[in-house]
């Protein structure tokens, strides 16, 4: 098939490239500056210049999709940045996309949203893709809505993330880390798109698609199964009372590049799991658990990583104040 892809560039995206390139379709990559992947290069892979902050009529999009069988949308932000709004890069390109699609005749179209963009959502960025998806499931389309909860991969910055709090000997949880989750690996996420490209069955009437882990956690036993499969156990763990953790997320939120905010603090309270009876229909098998996340030939680098995202920062802090205090004693001297 020849299928066109948008957010070819991010972390889920890179590893549907990989997956369509090596299933032997052609795949036209909608990125915003052209070229940007060292995968253009490779016979089947083409990139077309697009622009989510702005491209938000369907016919600027019906000429991109001269001889596409199948679309597949994947491009998202966790956090706004100038023009980069939720409003625009969530609803309002991807609906302009989904109108061209129904025109042109599109055979299948596959939208990865997000397990939370239900009747329950209330942040802005579940808001968002709500809408989308909202417009896709009233089209006549043949199309499935991919919700996946939080989604790992040794590459991606959220990994990154809770690796490094996992190999951490002390960490504070907020409100003690009760929270639900239920992490799925990019590897299933990616699984189950290729299957739907193949096939209807298993999409539900809604065509909303829950794509998760086999089994709900919670925070805290979530950082616990990461320590434990890079290979770390002595940790502990405290909780953090919310209205601190809140004050901490207002703060954090000032900050360009942070990926806390109140808003996804809300979401991490609001909870993260979902039924896997459909996402194991689609692998057909059980999903990958936590303990399965870190191979033993990824576990070494993993945990040096991991471990080095917290201590050189506290290494020169150190080396810092050993400074202060070396400059202070020659002083008294």
Same mark, same amino acid.
């Given at each position: 098939?020849?299928?066109?892809?948008?957010?070819?560039?991010? $972390?889920?995206?890179?590893?549907?490239?990989?997956?369509?390139?090596? =299933?032997?379709?052609?795949?036209?990559?909608?990125?915003?500056?052209?070229?940007?992947?060292?995968?253009?290069?490779?016979?089947?892979?083409?990139?077309?210049?697009?622009?989510?902050?702005?491209?938000?009529?369907?016919?600027?999009?019906?000429?991109?999709?001269?001889?596409?069988?199948? !679309?597949?949308?994947? *491009?998202?932000?966790?956090?706004?940045?100038?023009?980069?709004? $939720?409003?625009?890069?969530?609803?309002?390109?991807? !609906?302009?996309?989904?109108?061209?699609?129904?025109?042109? /005749?599109?055979?299948?179209?596959?939208? !990865?949203?997000?397990?939370?963009?239900?009747?329950?959502?209330?942040?802005?960025?579940?808001?968002?893709?709500?809408?989308?998806?909202?417009?896709?499931?009233?089209?006549?389309? =043949?199309?499935?809505?991919?919700?996946?909860?939080?989604?790992?991969?040794?590459?991606?910055?959220?990994?990154?993330?809770?690796?490094?709090?996992?190999?951490?000997?002390?960490?504070?949880?907020?409100?003690?880390?009760?929270?639900?989750?239920?992490?799925?690996?990019?590897?299933?996420?990616?699984?189950?798109?290729?299957?739907?490209?193949?096939?209807?069955?298993?999409?539900?009437? /809604?065509?909303?698609?829950?794509?998760?882990?086999?089994?709900?956690?919670?925070? &805290?036993?979530?950082?616990?199964?990461? /320590?434990?499969?890079?290979?770390?156990?002595?940790?502990?763990?405290?909780?953090?009372?919310?209205?601190?953790?809140?004050?901490?997320?207002?703060?954090?939120? &000032?900050?360009?590049?942070?990926?806390?905010?109140?808003?996804?603090?809300?979401?991490?309270?609001? /909870?993260?799991?979902?039924?896997?009876?459909?996402?194991?229909?689609?692998?057909?098998?059980?999903?990958?658990? !936590?303990?399965?996340?870190?191979?033993?030939?990824?576990?070494?680098?993993?945990?040096?990583?991991?471990?080095?995202?917290?201590?050189?920062?506290?290494?020169?802090?150190?080396?810092?104040?050993?400074?202060?205090?070396?400059?202070?004693? *020659?002083?008294?001297?």
């Amino acid at each position: 098939m020849r299928i066109l892809l948008t957010g070819a560039t991010g $972390f889920i995206g890179r590893h549907l490239l990989e997956a369509l390139v090596a =299933s032997g379709h052609q795949v036209v990559c909608a990125t915003r500056r052209p070229p940007t992947l060292p995968s253009a290069a490779t016979p089947g892979v083409s990139e077309i210049a697009v622009d989510f902050t702005r491209d938000h009529d369907s016919a600027e999009w019906l000429p991109r999709l001269a001889g596409v069988d199948a !679309v597949i949308n994947a *491009v998202g932000i966790i956090r706004e940045q100038g023009k980069q709004t $939720f409003d625009a890069i969530h609803h309002r390109a991807p !609906v302009a996309l989904f109108q061209a699609c129904a025109k042109a /005749g599109v055979k299948r179209v596959i939208q !990865v949203s997000a397990n939370g963009a239900d009747e329950n959502a209330a942040s802005r960025y579940h808001l968002s893709k709500k809408q989308a998806d909202d417009f896709l499931a009233a089209l006549p389309l =043949s199309s499935a809505i991919v919700q996946p909860s939080v989604v790992y991969g040794i590459d991606s910055g959220g990994a990154a993330l809770f690796n490094t709090l996992a190999s951490m000997p002390l960490v504070g949880l907020p409100g003690g880390g009760v929270q639900g989750l239920q992490p799925v690996h990019v590897d299933d996420l990616v699984q189950v798109v290729m299957r739907l490209l193949e096939t209807t069955e298993h999409v539900p009437p /809604g065509k909303r698609i829950p794509v998760v882990g086999p089994v709900p956690l919670t925070l &805290k036993s979530f950082l616990v199964e990461l /320590g434990n499969a890079m290979q770390l156990r002595r940790r502990l763990f405290f909780p953090v009372p919310m209205p601190l953790v809140r004050l901490g997320a207002s703060l954090a939120g &000032k900050l360009p590049g942070s990926m806390l905010d109140p808003e996804t603090l809300a979401m991490l309270e609001r /909870g993260n799991t979902a039924d896997p009876a459909i996402t194991m229909a689609l692998l057909g098998r059980a999903p990958k658990a !936590v303990s399965g996340f870190i191979g033993p030939a990824e576990r070494a680098a993993v945990r040096r990583r991991a471990l080095f995202n917290w201590l050189l920062p506290l290494l020169g802090i150190a080396a810092v104040l050993a400074l202060a205090i070396a400059f202070y004693l *020659v002083a008294r001297m």
